[in-house]
């Protein structure tokens, strides 16, 4: 799985802050949560053909459920930031 930035139709933001901001942040996190879930699933494979472990396959997966938790609540948390966003009177 691969995520795609969009793109904003606005100008950079430019200051000192426009360096800080992470705008793959979330990409990179996604995409390294995929590559986890991807070992976990040839782990799995690999132990329905017996040539690998069950210690192996089960840590694997509880390191693949971890990591997708982790990228659901950065999920979250970036929604509840946009909902309190949108929510502002200006």
Do not use: Y
């Not at 996604?30 to 070992?39: P, T």
């Not at 997966?61 to 949108?86: G, I, M, N, P, Y």
């Amino acid at each position: 799985m691969r995520v795609e930035p969009l793109l904003p139709d606005a100008a950079e933001p430019r200051g000192p802050l426009a360096g800080s901001a992470q705008p793959n942040a979330f990409a990179r996190l996604v995409d390294a949560a995929g590559a986890i879930l991807d070992g976990a699933d040839r782990a799995e494979s690999a132990f329905a053909a017996h040539r690998g472990g069950l210690q192996e396959m089960v840590v694997e997966r509880a390191r693949a459920d971890l990591a997708l938790q982790v990228a659901v609540a950065a999920a979250q948390r970036a929604v509840q930031s946009l909902t309190t966003v949108l929510g502002m009177q200006v």
